[in-house]
């Protein structure tokens, strides 16, 4: 197979109260494994099956007779995100060169994180907020997309993200996606890797 389900880098347990085992056993082992197993189909006996997530979903965007080929890629790219960007024991505030440019075009630790959350509980449906690197503007930004849509269709790269598709947070806060999303914010994020993915943009 040309894509496999992404190992998580914790436990199932690791990241409960916020998100429980039975959570992720449903997120990770049946979604999240159904997103890779629809693109493996689909890029069966495809030179699609050598190319990277990214550059699927940026050549298949728009086009009307790959919109399967968008929502898994694209899917599979933004569940792998999410799992690393999240780690136990997380939250907190970025230090480093990542703190600086928060300052610089969010208006602070605090403006991105009630911004963030605001797109977490703004994006209607099912979808994902975002702590985005816009390549060609050269500026952070904070970013909300319906479905399987995600900034890398755009060229853009993503430094975090939070799912907010029900299926992230239905069994542990039933409707209550604000309460998620601050309870991800500030328990969960990985700044580590979020550093990580600066580094690599900028
Ligand atoms: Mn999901």
Do not use: C
Not at 7 to 21: E, G, N, R, W
Not at 42 to 67: F, Q, R
Not at 181 to 190: D, H, Q, R, S, Y
């Amino acid at each position: 197979m040309a894509f496999s389900l992404m190992k998580l880098p914790y436990a199932d347990t690791a990241l409960d109260p916020v998100i429980s085992a039975r959570t992720i056993s449903f997120h990770h082992g049946m979604h999240h494994k159904t997103y890779v197993d629809n693109l493996n189909k689909l890029v069966e006996n495809d030179p699609m099956s050598s190319m990277s997530l990214v550059d699927i979903v940026k050549a298949v965007a728009g086009k009307a007779d790959k919109v399967g080929h968008f929502n898994n890629a694209g899917q599979v790219f933004n569940h792998d995100f999410y799992w690393n960007s999240l780690k136990p024991n997380g939250g907190g505030q970025p230090g480093g060169a990542l703190k600086s440019q928060i300052d610089s075009d969010l208006g602070g630790y605090d403006k991105f994180k009630a911004d963030l959350h605001a797109a977490a509980l703004g994006q209607f449906g099912s979808g994902w907020a975002w702590l985005v690197w816009k390549t060609k503007e050269k500026k952070l930004a904070i970013e909300k997309t319906a479905n399987a849509d995600t900034p890398i269709a755009r060229g853009d790269a993503p430094i975090l993200t939070i799912d907010v598709w029900e299926h992230a947070y239905y069994l542990d806060h039933q409707n209550r996606r604000a309460a998620y999303a601050t309870a991800v914010i500030e328990k969960l994020l990985n700044w580590d890797f979020a550093a990580e993915q600066f580094a690599k943009a900028k």
